[in-house]
């Protein structure tokens, strides 16, 4: 059930019973910092709403739920001003284990909250804590994992589940505590299109019930849209911007929040980007099915005709030279103890190449690009690095020159780092040092440079990913987009010709996320080969030039990026969905020209920020 379907004529906070949570001019500052983030932030949320919380990086958001569980200030040294009420008790005077039985959290981090050795101790561990009858812990646990599609997998441990596997683990443990506020911090980053589905449908049913409220902090806004009854913004300085109902704040104030760098639907960023392009629209679409339906009673701009789309899936122009292998996988079979997470894997990646690797959560994805990069040992004589000398082709078709291959087994932590850079799902399992200066000096140094040249290069660095203000705090006090950034760098100043990410956007704002993903493009314009893994079919279809597709440990499926999408079958034989934009666009008669257009910056309108 959608929030549209709960309740058409709900327009806000006025449309529920009395408040749940109370927040009145709540500004935080962590220790060591000298500003407040959030700075002023005053909204309220009542029983059975479900309130999405957005704001650009660094604006508080992850802060404020941390906050609201009483983590911040007893567990998490910070300064405090305002009130904050949750259920009549204040979280500042009330200890986290009382406040537990108010407020369920699920972290953007799954692992900072597993502690047990199977999902259903894991799950029964908090009510187990409240001292509740045998039978009603048992009852309690088994209904929150059927919830997120766990219980069959109830007596295997934690470790053994994918990242996205985690994240519904953590959603069951909040569940089965019963606390009438869920608070949700990026709960779907890591699941598959498929397992998201599943988890706001165990919300929204809980929700129905009226006696839960949900405070939620997205950026999958494709997916989160019908569920969500009111917005609130943030915005840079971590204050209020705009708080109303979802049409008042998504679709009348879109174009203010694409410019302050915040989340949009997919199909609401196309929509401001034809508004460019003469087409109208009486209400701002924020679902494919509304863009869709939009443009089929909307007629083509009389300068459409005439207008040059590149045709769906183009790629930018390579060089004539045929490209070398950067990365080659040999029949490559993974253990995670003695379960297999990959069998006889064999693929090809070249250099300069952009490869985007997507899959269901479990189909090894995380454990391939781990492999490729030595983060986990692979079998020798499965896993080979380029070794590769770049350098600027001259003007006579000069090339680089090539030394042979790596065997990722039997290289060095130097060697594999000097050829490929790791960007971990989450940035916390990278950082070393004690501020994020030292954090990216570290890759500097350890290449024996001049002092004043790693502070030079580190400096430019760090203002690049805006993160010069943050130079001397420790990186574990970053908000989550921030220490994404962070991670990214740490990996580039290396300046190892592949670098690997895993899910590159998490934690991400949309204008942070847009930096980074064109950075990534300018880098692999000039020869680095990117490989990313990520859950956003969206991001695949814009950036990547191939894509591989993994379902249950093997390779099912690689080549270029459109033709992978063109195989419905496939999509959904892989656990996958189409990119937004293809939903709303494929075999759409009355827009012939747009018809399969599947990236953004191919639709007419230019740039929308």
Known sequence: MTALERDSSAAGAADFAVPLVRLRDVAITHDGES???PASVSFEIAAGEVVLLLGPSGSGKSTLTLALNGLIPHAIPAGVAGSLLVDTLNTLETPVAEMSTRVGMVFQDPDAQLVTGTLLDEVAF???NLRMPVAAVLSRAEAALRQVGLWERRRENPDRLSGGGRQRLAIACALAMGAPLLVLDEPTANLDPQGIEEVYQALAELVAAGDHA???VEHNLDAAIGFVDRVVVLDHAGVVAFDGAVDEVLRDRAAQLHEMGVWLPVSSIAALRMRRAGYVFDALPLTPAELRAALESTPAPIAEANDEVPQPGALAPRAAS?????????RLTLRRGRTAVLHDVNLEILEGEFVAIVGANGAGKTSLIQAIAGVIPPPRGTVYLSETVHSTPPASGGRAVDRGR??????DSRTTSSLIGFVFQNPEHQFIAHTVFDEVAHGLRRQRLPEDEVEARTLALLERFGLAEKALSHPFLLSGGQKRRLSVGTALVAGAPILVLDEPTFGQDRARADELLSLL???NDHGTTIVVVTHDMQLVTEYADRTIVLADGRVIAAGPTAHIFDDQALVERAGLRLPPLRQA????PSHPDLTGVARLRDLPGGATS
């Open 35 to 37: 500003v407040a983030s």
């Open 126 to 128: 908090g009510a187990e």
């Open 214 to 216: 949900i405070l939620l």
């Open 322 to 330: 045929a490209p070398e292998t950067a990365i080659e996988v040999r």
């Open 406 to 411: 790596v065997d990722v087994a039997r290289a």
């Open 521 to 523: 493009r300018e880098l």
């Open 585 to 588: 666009l494929t075999n759409l």
